[in-house]
Every structure is written in C-alpha cells, then in structure tokens.
Nanobody, 117 residues
C-alpha cells in the first residue's frame, strides 16, 4: 500500500510561481506512473501532468509551458512546479500513482491552490 501526502498549496496572486510536493510512504520507484490531478469547484477532476519512472512526461494543454512535473525515486517524491499561475488554475491538486495510465489506485488527500488578486 502506497500512501501519498501533498504539500505546498496556498493562496497566490496571478503570475507568480508555486511548487507542490508529494511524499510517498514506500518505494515510489516500483510504480510506473505518478501524476498530478486537479479539481476545481463544480468541475470534474482532470489529469494535469504525469511522469513515468523513466521520466516521460505528459501535460494537459492548458498547462504546457507553465508546469513541470518531476519525480525523485530515491527520495520517494513527486513534484509539480507551477509558473505563471492564473485564476483558472485554482483547484484542489491531488498526487496519484499507478501502473497504468487510466488506473490510479493511490491518491493523496489533496492540497488547495488558489490564484487570486
């Protein structure tokens, strides 16, 4: 069983950067996919970015060029660097892990990111 704990959320102004971290309770390196999802009020949860154990990344179009996902298997950490934040990025951000792209059995509790002036 893998437990994931996110940190780093908060209230920021538009245009600034924020970094999210996700700490895993066990060897995240054994799990092929790790990802960040987000859910805004009244909207469905969406996959924001994913990274494989081989460092292959994928991003939703709305964050390409602004967000960077990375993972450090030795430290059992997954990161999301978010730059040029805008109000549409406001959401609860969740860390997730799994062996298949469409199957995410492990989830964190979420961390709130609010972008507002």
């Amino acid at each position: 069983q893998v437990q994931l704990v996110e940190s780093g959320g908060g209230l920021v102004q538009p245009g600034v950067s924020l970094s999210l971290s996700c700490a895993a309770s066990s060897d995240i390196g054994l799990i092929y996919y790790t990802a960040w999802f987000r859910q805004a009020p009244g909207k469905q949860r969406e996959l924001v970015a994913s990274v494989t154990k081989g460092a292959i990344t994928m991003y939703v179009d709305s964050v390409k060029g602004r967000f960077t996902i990375s993972r450090d298997n030795a430290k059992e950490m997954v990161y999301l660097q978010m730059n040029s934040l805008n109000p549409e990025d406001t959401a609860v951000y969740y860390c997730a892990a799994g062996w298949y792209r469409d199957d995410w059995p492990y989830w964190g509790q979420g961390t709130q990111v609010t972008v507002s002036s």
